[in-house]
């Protein structure tokens, strides 16, 4: 991707746990057909864990040397990755122009948002087919969007950035469907491998970067929670 491999450095970071990660995960396992989140996707807030996590980023942020450190801060308009970013740049001992973008909000789910899996199957037994027929990738529920929908967004932030920030540093603050369809476009993945890239989730406050080797950007880490794990939480 052109737009991207003219980048020094793209650093990409999924927002800190939120309280609907919390939600998500209680009733995993459940007979549950409702995540019981409230809020509308927009604003879903960080909670206590995830404002800990930002901070722990920003304190990576604060030790980068300086010729890695960002000259541009884009994040998505969702409260949780904007206050991520927010939360991190507060700890970074330099200032770093931070903007918002609407193409790096997460996935839409149309008429499947709120639901569990179960829910998904019980209320609407024929998309779950359908997107069994399909796959994640090429599947769009009513009213949202299909991973080829994310990938064809990112094409235009990335080329946008480019234009904005050539040659430069630049942080994401995003969500986990955008870190996977992220890495799909720089390093020109089919849809089988992204697919099995996803298996591993990506986790909250985690860091995925790739730097500008002269032929392109090329991957230095993905998926990293080192930064976490050194300040004491538990590794995802």
Known sequence: MAGVNALQ?????RHGESTGNVAYRSVLGTDAEETGITERDADIPLSGTGRAQAAALGRWLAALPEDERPTLVVASPYLRALDTARIALA???YTVPLRVDERLRDREQGVLEGLTPT???RRFPAEAERARRLGKFYYRPPGGESWTDLALRLRGFYRDLEAEAPGGRVLVATHDAIV???RYLVEGLSEREVLEIEK?????ASLSRWRQDGGGLRAVSYNDSTHLTSAGFPAH
């Open 9 to 13: 450095w793209l650093n990409l970071t």
């Open 91 to 93: 700890e970074a001992p």
């Open 119 to 121: 829910g998904v199957r």
């Open 180 to 182: 996977v369809v992220s």
């Open 200 to 204: 591993e989730p990506v986790g909250n």
